[in-house]
């Protein structure tokens, strides 16, 4: 699977952006797919999360409630990260990652395909 992240920018304290992840070729193995980030002097975190099948979510604390991953109802291998209530502090490249076996980790170092970084930067 190939993965191609887009739709950063850049964005007031308390506005929004939705990101999005194009999978392409053999989706259907995909099992979960990842959102991270990393802002400079940092080290990649995680995000949020989606199994590719079922849609549970999963999310870091520093976003629940204000950033929501799902997939395109009508773009099945498209998966968006709608961010809301924007902070400076969430300002980072942010990646899309996927893998191929069951488990919806934290961890960088499980995922076996990353997309491009797509900038996302948070004025105050």
């Known amino acids: 699977v190939q993965l191609q992240a887009s739709g950063g920018g850049s964005v007031q304290a308390g506005g929004s952006l939705r990101l999005s992840c194009t999978a392409s070729?053999?989706?259907?193995?995909?099992?979960?797919m990842g959102w991270f980030r990393q802002a400079p002097g940092k080290e990649r975190e995680y995000v949020a999360g989606?199994?590719?099948?079922?849609?549970?979510?999963?999310y870091s604390d520093s976003v629940k409630g204000r950033f929501a991953v799902a997939r395109d109802n009508a773009r099945r291998n498209v998966v968006h990260l709608q961010m809301n209530s924007l902070k400076p502090e969430d300002t980072a490249v942010y990646y899309c990652?996927?893998?191929?076996?069951?488990?919806?980790?934290?961890?960088?170092?499980?995922?076996?395909?990353w997309g491009q970084g797509t900038q996302v930067t948070v004025s105050s």
């Open positions: 990652a996927a893998r191929n076996v069951p488990g919806a980790p934290t961890d960088a170092a499980q995922y076996d395909t």
């Open positions: 070729g053999r989706t259907f193995g995909s099992y979960f």
């Open positions: 989606i199994r590719w099948n079922g849609g549970i979510t999963y």
